[in-house]
């Protein structure tokens, strides 16, 4: 599968909120590094890290554009309150080893209305 198809496949597992569907498209070492957040290593805490997601906020991801360049997909994204970012994904053997997403955590937050951080 080519990486391009396995983003596509995220974008629907993310859309739906199934933690178990994104967890399945990731290596077991994986790690997933949303430059707002720590690093998270490992599918199992990938899948905890989503699930605590989608029990704080409502997330969708619009897709606004992917690329693919050999073992990379990104895509640029926008959810409906028109919070926007980019993600790069590594992809080999159809699954993702390395995720990295740019967005602002502060607008993230403001637009969930959820606490912020002092």
């Known amino acids: 599968m080519e990486p391009k ?4 496949l995220w ?3 993310f859309n739906e909120g199934d933690v178990d ?4 498209l990731y290596a077991k070492d994986a790690i997933n ?3 707002a957040q720590e690093p998270i ?4 805490a990938i899948r905890d890290a989503f699930t605590a997601e989608f029990e704080n906020a ?3 991801c619009i897709v606004e554009n992917i690329f693919q360049e050999g073992e990379w997909a990104i895509m640029e994204w926008k959810d409906p309150k028109g919070f926007r970012g980019c993600g790069f994904f590594h992809i080999v053997k159809g699954l993702i080893v390395f995720q ?3 967005w602002d ?6 637009a969930n209305n959820l606490p912020i951080p002092q």
Do not use: N
């Open 41 to 44: 290593t490992g599918k199992h």
């Open 11 to 13: 974008v629907e597992a």
């Open 21 to 24: 569907k994104l967890a399945a």
């Open 100 to 102: 990295r997403g740019y």
């Open 58 to 60: 409502e997330m969708v």
């Open 105 to 110: 955590k502060l607008s993230f937050l403001k």
């Open 5 to 8: 198809e396995v983003l596509c």
């Open 33 to 35: 590094h949303q430059v």
